[in-house]
């Protein structure tokens, strides 16, 4: 899914996938959105996050 959404140009997914072959595999790397996380703290009531 990562190489699905780097091939459509979302910044954050870029380099987390390589070619081997004709298939993408992830590179290991890890990255971290602060912005996603951040938008539980907007809620107004709570929710349950499965």
């Given amino acids: 899914m990562a190489a699905g959404l780097d091939a459509m140009g ?3 997914y870029r380099a987390l ?3 081997s ?5 992830r ?4 990255t971290l959105d602060r912005a ?3 938008i539980p703290a ?5 929710r349950r996050i499965l």
């Avoid at 907007?42 to 709570?46: A, D, L, M, R, V």
């Fill in 27 to 30: 590179t290991g790397k890890v």
């Fill in 17 to 19: 996938t390589r070619k």
């Fill in 36 to 38: 996603a996380l951040n």
């Fill in 21 to 25: 072959g004709k298939r993408a595999v």
């Fill in 10 to 12: 979302t910044p954050k």
């Fill in 42 to 46: 907007g809620w107004k009531k709570p």
